[in-house]
């Protein structure tokens, strides 16, 4: 299942003033993209993905945040997740989980230990949202948010608060927009979540361009990706990947 991949551990105190640690795989030659895994674990999908984008021609680095690997098991995981990870705030309004903190020293330690100028992120379901946020760090030159879901049970609020929304923008207003994508029948990222996005970072100028697939699935990327030419979600792979590629270009 992970044949090819490098295993480490990397610890940062960033979060709270203690060493967190958690398993870094990564994968492939080129370009570096970090990819956040999606609730409720690395599955098989998540794995899939990460294989076309180090076939493009990109470094796959991928930190094991939460649940098992190669196993798709909502409904224990999920219960897992809530009880066990207090790092993921998933409820908060006008903040950002305190993982953000974590991730961004992951993002400094990749870039140093690769020797490139920036990496890029790609955020899918509840990590997508900290692919926006990470795009205020310095050491992030692009980002792709996939279904944004956070924070649960409030679509039309926002996982990030106004200093962070003002840092973002700031950073986007000098590498460019970012992207995002999502299903228009999306449960879990509802149209409302694009409306607060868009309502947030696009005030007259396009900083965040929100992509809207027809469909009413969730896992653009993954589960319900389906390949070949005239596919919505094929076609936004592959706008994703031109996107790494010119922004990330050494």
């Known amino acids: 299942m992970l044949d090819g991949y490098e295993h480490r551990r990397f610890s940062s105190d960033a979060m709270n003033g203690k060493p967190t640690e958690f398993d870094i795989y990564e994968k492939g030659h080129g370009p570096i993209v970090l990819v956040l895994q999606e609730?409720?674990?690395?599955?098989?999908?998540?794995?899939?993905?990460?294989?076309?984008?180090?076939?493009?021609?990109?470094?796959?680095?991928?930190?094991?945040?939460?649940g098992p690997l190669g196993k798709f098991a909502p409904g224990r995981n999920v219960v897992r997740f809530l009880c066990v990870r207090r790092e993921f705030d998933i409820f908060a309004r006008n903040q950002s989980s305190p993982i953000v903190d974590w991730l961004r020293a992951l993002c400094q330690d990749v870039r140093q230990r690769h020797q490139v100028p920036g990496i890029g992120v790609i955020g899918m379901c509840l990590t997508g949202n900290f692919a926006i946020s990470l795009m205020a760090d310095d050491n992030v030159l692009a980002s792709v948010a996939a279904e944004p879901s956070l924070p649960m049970f409030s679509q039309a609020s926002l996982h990030?608060?106004?200093?962070?929304?003002?840092?973002?923008?700031?950073?986007?207003?000098?590498?460019?927009?970012?992207?995002?994508?999502?299903?228009?029948?999306?449960?879990?990222?509802?149209?409302?979540?694009?409306?607060?996005?868009?309502?947030?970072?696009?005030?007259?100028?396009?900083?965040?361009?929100?992509?809207?697939?027809?469909?009413?699935?969730?896992?653009i990327f993954t589960t319900h990706f389906i390949d070949g030419e005239g596919s919505p979600?094929?076609?936004a792979l592959?706008?994703?990947?031109?996107?790494?590629?010119?922004?990330?270009?050494t």
């Open 238 to 249: 592959d706008e994703v990947i031109g996107y790494f590629t010119e922004r990330l270009a």
């Open 160 to 219: 990030m608060s106004t200093d962070d929304v003002a840092a973002i923008s700031e950073r986007l207003d000098t590498q460019g927009p970012m992207l995002a994508y999502r299903f228009a029948g999306d449960k879990l990222c509802k149209a409302a979540k694009f409306e607060a996005l868009n309502e947030a970072f696009n005030q007259g100028r396009e900083r965040i361009r929100l992509k809207t697939l027809p469909g009413d699935q969730h896992a």
């Open 233 to 235: 979600t094929q076609e």
């Open 39 to 66: 609730l409720p674990g690395i599955s098989q999908d998540t794995l899939t993905f990460a294989d076309k984008i180090v076939a493009a021609g990109f470094r796959v680095v991928m930190p094991h945040l939460f």
